[in-house]
């Protein structure tokens, strides 16, 4: 399509806004020189021809999608390997590549060989000895060897110790024998087991000695590497067509008396001697470190999420035009409703809390891991809490927050060319993976109500649990005065009532003659919305310390906008709990009607700014791909132009006419 | 795949329900006689070889999946010749064949010919004079010719006096020169349009003898009959992919001088003489009737969408065990932790509460029909505003729902062979289409804001919005006892507070200088969740009187399972507005936690009829069809039985490893 103007209210948004987006731009990429990197990247993957789709991906078969998302996966990988082999390969590289900016933009339904370098080699890097490593990890950096991680079976996801799986170890040859005894104990899920991986690591039931020992990672060839042929008393392939993700080969693996030698179990944590002696891992709790790591990255992408949908339907709510307001007028901008606004700007609010509290929990975490290192693991059950209930929170809220978007932009959202049902496949994707968000905050609730007891037995808490001591000594919370401050203060109030309703309820239960286990169980609902209560005034204090701290340091412009951004995020998250606070805190009708004309000001305040705004977030039409959200708001032209790449409209009569519905017509005559 | 005998767990569930299932199936369906007549239609259409897909369309390119979809409806057409030609067509066995029932098992992403039958055909019987209707309709009935029913445009949609095609009146040649002037006029998203249908009813802005006349419906015929090539003027094609509704071919539609004979507008409402004269319809609100009739019928498509997914979610949730909730125990069904019972009982409770609401509205639309037959039109705008709020509630929350059970189901919701993603993109299509969501909630927030304004003039109301009056003369609610009847007055009392709040917010707006309309859209959030609170009391009132009546007529057994059904309804719903309530009413701590405890103690009792219950709606496995969901409740097999139907399965080793993935893997060696 050749380059079109600018659609002029699009234009004319951008003409009025009171800030310059590129300074929030530079903020929102980390700092100039990863800004500077970030367009690099995308000028070196997103101008090669090779990487660009003639035929969008939802017109392809199945098939034909995973034979195209290999082909661009293998161009990827190329310049991955002269990236790395000129050195500038880094984490944020492989971010960008394989997560959802610019790797949604070169292969929107995922790249099949992504869990081999997020995966399968930080795997072997983290577990493998210093001899495994050097044996396997020269081969996977270069891709002679492609690996996946198989660690979810058909029968069990989150629970872990229910896996099925088992390597039991044969010390008459050194080897492992691996097995899936029953049809459950199948791997599934794996990304590019299916036809792409020859390897895997395998996580397994582990037995020496007829004993069992718990989990073990291990590699496992699945392929001849020259035919790519399965191996002996391997049944692999594709487990089909998913919600979302379609191109990530997702597979399913059988192993019936799989061996492997020793030497293929990783052994840095924890070993298995040639006699098959076990030695135990000196600290079990370091798989948690894993887990935390990834949920940490995952508070990131919901922001990214957010990110993306708000500009789309921000920029096509500026160029849609329906339903005067005041008759005598003409149609207005859709984004001049105020319930347009109630639906696209809290939706923006969010994508920018949920980045700096990504950010400040990635700092959280950096600094737990050193601390861990040198064997101090007293934050780690804290810290383990809260990113269980953000990753909760936040994928929820992101996928809530993407189909509200898609929704307000009416049926053209519903259509694939606004790129929103792929948006929504890839984040409520996160409510499952790396553990579902119910089981995500029945573990930070259980957490919550061991503190509770022990602020009742007047023992210090540690940092984020804190507030639920003071509210304990609080007991009434007064002079709710609206200030953001108090706001924060009777999230933190309000989260330890519910913790506190939850204890009390369990403690009825346990006096009914219950187990704890049971009297948990009962409780479910009441200890989940504790755990929610307790992210959100997480997010809240986090929003209010963050965008506090970066109004300090931009222009007093941007800094205008950022305190509005604040407010709005806070005042719409307390009316979004508000019978939390009426439950809790005694506010009057006035107060609530107070707090509901300050959403409506900050809906006011911040529409101006909202497509400068979503233009801060500097995302490539690439990565959005949508005929609504381009940067220059030519919607209508775009749509008609995705009519242009539809198969069926290349001929003007589709052969089933003549083959079905012709002789159907003419049936009767 | 053979039969399997069914799943112990599931046969326990069975086994230990305390009431007949098929008493229930036999009141859902209708009676039975009804029930008879869908137990012989399912016979018909499903056992019919050719109906059935080897190849789930999940697999199927767009255009695959739309040549096996008009081979498909074809067939379907043939057989309702049939059964037309046998006099055994009714609306009940249209709805079925072309709905979400067994219209859904027969294509699952819908029916290219749906449009045909009811649309284009309704539209000439509604719309035509008798002559036209002797023209037209034989042709129409018998298929010789196939229509669509074209009004959205790609700039308008909701708003229908935006509409820019326009036909205007050529007095010299007796005809209609019919155009879409821009882009944005382009008829956009009728379903068969695309390269489907060969004749439509195009809605356009009627204009004679220069003068701009209103709206008008047009029969342009649009591809020759005998090759199917697009008339002259006429340019069509497919709109291209979407979130759902896959089969269905919506295409577009740009007219260019395209001219019809003047016989070919539908003047039983309105007319056109040759020489120009327009002569306006007698009554303007006619068209209401249309609109109304349609989201009735939504209502109980809502109901349908959450029969599915519940009964899907509830059977894998007996199926599927993990986590233990006692260590000492073994993993337990996932339905017996209380959080996943919050999910899904909830979701069967509203299945069947939206099921009986819909009943008793169509039973209010026709008494209505009635009357406007005999000019009587005094309750055409209660029934309206009624009608616009239900639709938009019932189908966000029935969208809700169907996420709500997927996500209960983990990873295996996610795939396609769970049916999820498919019965997902058919529910919020309901959000969407015939009356965008938040546009219907602020019809009916116009209409209460009235009326709260006749009430305090002291003016009588019309039964549905009585309450207002009645919360007036209240101005406190006293003696919340938790019963369901206080349950019920309580949500009345609540939403004419909701409404009396915007009043008041507008009258304030107003007083600062804004008019009327201004004040309405910068009140527009407190506005439609107003009319969200009207509907949800409405819900509640015809939950109560509704199940109390059919609990009266069926045995002890079920009567005793409704009645925990309606008060798992109201007192969940109850909780879920539980910050109105608490704003509106001096419910205690006490209070909420007592309704807390009930809906625990509602979900315990439902807990042994969860299974039985949702075997009540009578789903069969080619509706469902889900691995998760199906009768027998062999989950993992039919899991493993979906992947064998995977194109990418039918060879061990893709084209694309050979092609693609060994260069990159050897381009370093």
């Not at 310049?79 to 959802?100: C, H």
């Not at 110790?161 to 049809?183: C, M």
């Not at 319930?339 to 737990?368: C, E, H, R």
């Not at 936040?394 to 996928?399: F, K, L, Q, V």
Request: glycine fraction near 8%; charge should be negative; hydrophobic fraction near 40%.
């Amino acid at each position: 399509m050749p380059a079109l103007e600018v659609n002029p209210d699009l234009q004319k948004e951008r003409n009025t806004a009171t800030f310059d987006p590129h300074e929030f731009s530079v903020y929102w990429a980390g700092g100039e020189e990863r800004y500077k990197e970030k367009k690099a990247l995308e000028k070196l993957f997103l101008e090669d021809p090779a990487l660009k789709d003639d035929l969008p991906t939802s017109y392809m078969s199945h098939k034909e999608l995973y034979e195209n998302s290999l082909r661009k996966a293998c161009l990827i990988g190329e310049k991955i390997r002269k990236l790395r082999a000129d050195g500038e390969d880094g984490v944020d590289t492989y971010n960008a590549l394989l997560g959802g900016s610019l790797g949604a933009a070169l292969l929107k339904e995922g790249n099949p060989l992504s869990l081999h370098y997020v995966m399968f080699v930080p795997t072997i890097m983290g577990q493998g000895t210093m001899d495994q490593q050097v044996e396997w990890l020269p081969k996977a950096w270069d891709c002679e060897i492609i690996g996946t991680y198989a660690q979810t079976e058909l029968g069990h996801g989150t629970f872990l110790r229910g896996l099925e799986t088992r390597a039991d170890y044969d010390a008459s040859t050194q080897e492992f024998v691996i097995n899936t005894p029953t049809r459950s104990a199948y791997k599934w899920w794996p990304g590019g087991l299916g036809h792409t991986a020859n390897h895997a690591v395998v996580v397994a039931q582990l037995y020496t000695k007829g004993e069992f020992r718990g989990l073990a990672p291990f590699i496992v060839q699945l392929r001849d590497l020259e035919t790519h042929q399965p191996m002996k008393g391997i049944d692999i392939g594709d487990i089909g067509t998913k919600l979302g993700m379609k191109g990530v080969n997702n597979g399913y693996l059988g192993l019936k008396n799989v061996r492997v030698p020793l030497n293929n179990m990783l052994m840095k944590n924890q070993q298995v001697l040639p006699d098959g002696t076990y030695v135990a891992p000196k600290n079990s709790v370091l798989t948690y470190g894993t887990m935390m790591f990834v949920r940490c990255a995952l508070i990131r992408d919901t922001a990214y999420s957010l990110s993306k949908a708000s500009t789309i339907a921000t920029r096509y709510s500026a160029v849609r035009r329906q339903s005067p307001i005041d008759p005598s007028q003409p149609e207005p901008q859709i984004m001049d409703h105020t319930t347009q606004q109630l639906k696209l700007f809290p939706q923006i609010a969010k994508a920018i809390v949920f980045k700096t509290t990504g950010d400040g929990i990635w700092s959280m975490y950096n600094v737990l891991s050193g601390e861990i290192e040198l064997g101090n693991l007293d934050r780690l059950p804290e810290m383990h809490a809260l990113s269980c209930c953000l990753k909760a929170i936040c994928s929820a809220d992101a996928t809530a927050g993407v189909e509200t978007c898609r929704l307000s932009c009416g049926g053209h959202g519903y259509m694939d060319c606004s790129n929103f049902p792929t948006i929504y496949g890839m984040t409520t994707a996160v409510c499952t993976y790396e553990g579902e968000n119910t089981v995500m905050l029945l573990q930070t609730a259980r957490y919550l109500v061991k503190v509770y007891g022990q602020a009742l037995n007047g023992e210090q808490l540690v940092p984020t649990v804190a507030y639920i001591n003071e509210a304990i000594k609080l007991q009434e919370f007064v002079n709710f005065d609206g200030s953001l401050e108090s706001i924060v203060k009777a999230f933190q109030f309000v989260a330890a009532n519910k913790v506190r309703v939850a204890y009390e309820q369990i403690e009825v239960r346990r006096k009914q003659g219950h187990g704890v286990e049971v009297s948990a169980n009962l409780s479910g609902p009441l200890l989940t919305s504790a755990a929610d209560l307790h992210g959100r005034a997480f997010l809240a204090q986090s929003a209010y310390t963050e965008l506090t701290q970066v109004a300090k340091h931009v222009s007093p412009a941007l800094a205008d906008v950022l305190k509005v951004v604040l407010e709005l995020y806070l005042v719409d998250a307390c009316l979004n709990r508000i019978g939390d606070f009426l439950r809790f805190i005694n506010l009057t009708d006035k107060d609530v009607t107070n707090l509901e004309t300050r959403l409506e000001s900050c809906l006011n305040r911040l529409r101006p700014n909202a497509v400068a705004l979503v233009d801060s977030f500097d995302l490539h039409d690439r990565v959005l791909d949508s005929a609504l959200g381009a940067y220059d708001g030519n919607v209508y032209e775009r749509i008609f132009e995705s009519t242009k790449k539809n198969p069926l409209n290349k001929e003007p009569v589709n052969a089933a006419f003549h083959k079905y519905l012709k002789p159907f017509m003419k049936a009767n005559l």
